[in-house]
């Protein structure tokens, strides 16, 4: 498997993040707080991590939820997957949002996301009159059907 270097300051009190088994593909993001956060319902807000990250140009770092956070308590990342550009030096922090029907505690020190790393290929337009056309063509937002 292929992997980079990424440099790395935690100002958080919690370990690096890290991959919770081998054939993970994300690594863990821990909550950096001083006390427990309650998220109301439907209600969002932005959590620090205090980890900040310079990464190799032409990578980027990604933002996602974590599954078992989705489904047991209702808490999902909003704005993803969230990129971090090569080029942001800031604090990680990441938006959370409650879409359970109960109040949601997050504990200092949470997995609350995970990051995962991704080499960027950058566009070039290539302006035309015409597009090739396809079987699907126009074709979107549910035009193939449920079943």
């Given at each position: 498997m292929?992997s ?12 690096l ?47 996602r ?5 989705a489904?047991?308590q ?11 550009d ?5 604090e ?17 020190g949470d ?5 995962v790393?991704q ?13 090739a056309?396809?079987d ?5 937002f549910?035009?193939?059907g449920?079943?």
């Amino acid at each position: 498997m292929a992997s980079i270097e990424i440099k790395i300051i935690n100002q958080s009190s919690n370990p690096l993040p890290a991959y919770a088994t081998p054939g993970s593909s994300g690594m863990d993001i821990r909550a950096s707080l001083d006390a427990p956060m309650s998220l109301a319902p439907m209600e969002r807000t932005l959590i620090p991590t205090g980890l900040f990250i310079e990464l190799p140009e032409g990578y980027e770092a990604q933002i996602r939820p974590r599954s078992g956070l989705a489904i047991k308590q209702g808490l999902t990342c909003l704005n993803t997957p969230g990129t971090i550009d090569a080029d942001y030096r800031g604090e990680i922090k990441i938006i959370l949002i409650n879409l359970s029907g109960e109040e949601q505690v997050i504990q200092p020190g949470d997995r609350i996301a995970q990051m995962v790393f991704q080499q960027v290929v950058k566009g070039q337009w290539q302006e035309t009159v015409q597009l090739a056309v396809t079987d699907r063509n126009e074709g979107g937002f549910g035009h193939t059907g449920k079943q």
